[in-house]
């Protein structure tokens, strides 16, 4: 199993979609980071402004934590699993490396290079973040009385397991569409679509629940998507979602509710992906 996950990190860590959907995050910062301190080193010096809350301050520097809940960052890890599993169909490669191995192997490997690059991207996106506020700190940015470690480290790893759902979520599906579309294009379409879908779920609620409100309010509360944003929100804000539906009624759900119906949703994807990729033939 060791050894089928180091295969497909091999193979995946220099490949231009790894670099174009996954290590963009953290290159991109550490360019926006390295051009801020040139600027700001060279800069006339401004007179001091308020100092942050440190809560506000702490909070503030996990925000990039926040990339894997948006629409772009789960479009862009929904690509990126698209290119790991519907991408052995385009390649027609996938005869080659079964008879290595079995095929549920192959795919929990799969999984775990996808979410395993992600997740390590975002990591060091963050730990670039931080590094930049310590540097900003020697050249005048003062940071806030009531900083600690401490406190930092339990606000990021808060926020990282957070992000950790949106990650399995987007990986998850996007493997399933792979399995079924065996397409990329097709994968990253439907994938797409989800989150245009997510986006218009207000707008959805109130248009269905005029003309069949039992019904939309049952797939509201039973179907993903409000889930996923009722905890990205419960993350973000510390309140959930609430769906309008109409001038009296809504959906507010319980961030256990979401969470469980979130990881029930998400292992039937994988469990729908391993049963169906056993029994696909790919010769």
Same mark, same amino acid.
Do not use: C
């Given at each position: ?7 497909e ?20 910062? %550490? ?5 801020s ?63 290595a191995?079995k ?9 775990a290079?996808?979410v395993? %690059?992600?997740?390590a991207?975002?990591v060091?996106?963050?730990? $670039? ?13 003062? $940071?806030?009385?009531?900083?600690? %470690? ?17 990650i ?9 569409f ?24 207000? #707008?959805?609620?109130? %248009? ?11 797939? $509201?509360?039973?179907?993903p ?5 009722? #905890? ?10 609430v ?22 949703? $998400? ?17």
């Amino acid at each position: 199993m060791f050894d089928a996950v180091a295969a497909e990190a091999l193979k995946m860590r220099r490949h231009r979609g790894t670099w174009l959907m996954v290590w963009i995050f953290p290159i991109a910062i %550490f360019l926006i980071a390295l051009a801020s301190l040139v600027y700001y080193q060279f800069a006339p010096a401004s007179p001091p402004g308020e100092s942050q809350p440190a809560a506000v301050w702490i909070a503030d520097s996990a925000i990039f934590w926040r990339a894997p809940g948006s629409a772009p960052g789960r479009i862009l890890i929904a690509g990126f699993a698209a290119l790991l599993f519907a991408g052995e169909y385009s390649w027609n490669t996938w005869k080659l490396i079964i008879p290595a191995r079995k095929r549920w192997q192959l795919v929990v490997a799969k999984w775990a290079v996808a979410v395993g %690059f992600v997740f390590a991207a975002f990591v060091l996106t963050d730990l $670039i973040s931080l590094t930049t506020e310590w540097l900003r700190s020697l050249q005048g940015s003062e $940071i806030p009385e009531g900083v600690t %470690f401490s406190g930092i480290f339990a606000a990021h790893a808060g926020a990282a397991a957070y992000a950790l759902l949106p990650i399995a979520y987007a990986t998850a599906f996007a493997a399933l569409f792979a399995v079924l579309t065996r397409s990329i294009l097709a994968t990253v379409i439907i994938s797409i679509g989800l989150v245009i879908l997510e986006g218009m779920l207000g #707008l959805l609620g109130v %248009f269905f629940h005029a003309r069949a409100p039992d019904l939309t309010r049952f797939l $509201i509360e039973t179907l993903p998507p409000y889930h996923m944003l009722n #905890l990205i929100e419960w993350a973000n804000r510390k309140a959930g979602l609430v769906s309008p539906l109409g001038p009296d009624a809504s959906v507010a759900l319980s961030w256990t509710t979401s969470l469980l119906a979130l990881l029930a949703w $998400i292992g039937l994807a994988m469990a729908i992906t391993l049963v169906r990729f056993s029994r696909q033939d790919l010769n």
